[in-house]
């Protein structure tokens, strides 16, 4: 088993930007010689040292593996406990080392934002990491982690406050500053530049795609497309990008918790906007954006002149004045509400982000046992609930809280 593992936890991906703020946050809770055992890895050694030396963590043992490199990565996933990995996009990366995780029976953490990749992921290796042991997590971000457990939290005081989780949950984010990274947009490009395969447009079509089950109730979902009123959260409210992505892993989470929010649980993600021209504004700039992303040669102009690539990033000051805040609605049959709030203290796409999947990984290999959560292809809220919930108040900026 992975507990005479040499390491608890290693960052693969280290010299990219995300990878580097995980491994500098690692560094400053559990610097080198501590109890927490962990690694820097990526491809290049050379400059893994000089990323570790410039984030003060020369005394880090540094790991090499490629994602070209199958045995590479079996001898790294065989040498820990919890491999956090921020190489994408996964569609094109992450395989192998899920691969290589499932058949070493060692825990993975990712931030993927990539539908398609996900469901591949759970048909390709749900029946081998049960056999081994490894847990598969993904999206261990701002996708999907705070809506994740936000649903999670808010269903905990709905159950003490009618016995029975809520029908009906609403996430509205009602506050955000800070961008989409460079690999969160480089994720959604993958998806939309492979549209064209017809397993893309039916995992992207349909909203229970990431919790397959053919026995289960399937009822109709609320429009998220479109912009209204909303009477709970008190604003106008348009549709939020990453809706797509924490839709499904929420829907995931309920099958595989056996359904502890009801086989007719209904969910719904947007966020708030400041007027009603405003909500109509955002909602046609969404528009006009996927649809100039569909057109190859637009496609094509917007990734060289105007979106982030991988690797790019804020500044530290413009991380640390980020912040988010979501509001969650729990409705019972009566039209009563529970309400709950989850607030970030960094920026969403990269200092919040970062902390998150650090704390992730760490509540796998430290917190979690396998008798509580056996080996599989699980999400955040199913597979760590309110340990990780702990965690992220303890130590990554995170607040939980009744509204």
Known sequence: MTNNREFDVIVWGATGFTGRLAAEYLNARHPAGGNVRWAMAGRNAGKLGEVAEAIGAGAIPLVTADADDLKSLGEMARRTKAIITTVGPYQKYGAPLVEACVAAGTDYVDLSGEPPFMRRMIDQYSEQARETGARIVHSCGFDSIPFDLGVLYVQELAKEQWGAPAREVNGRVMAVKGGASGGTIASALATIENIGDPFVRRTMRDIYSLAPDDDAKRPRQPDMNTPHYDRDAKKWVAPFVMAAINARNVHRSNMLMDYAYGEDFRYSEMMAAPNAPAAFAITGGMG????????????????????????????????????????????????????????????????????????????????????????????????????????????????????
């Open 288 to 403: 006009a954006g996927a649809g100039a992303l569909l057109f190859p040669p637009s496609r094509a102009l917007l990734k060289n002149t105007v979106l982030p690539k991988p690797g790019d990033g804020p500044s530290e000051r413009q991380r640390e004045t980020g912040f988010y805040k979501i509001l969650f609605v729990a409705k019972n049959d009566d039209g009563e509400t529970v309400n709950a709030i989850v607030k970030g203290d960094r920026d969403p796409g990269y200092g919040s982000t970062s902390k998150m999947i650090a704390e992730a990984a760490l509540c796998l290999a430290l917190d979690v046992s396998r008798e509580e959560t056996p080996g599989g292809v699980w999400t955040a809220a199913a597979a760590m609930g309110e340990k990780l919930i702990a965690r992220l108040e303890e130590h990554a900026g995170l607040t939980f809280e009744p509204a």
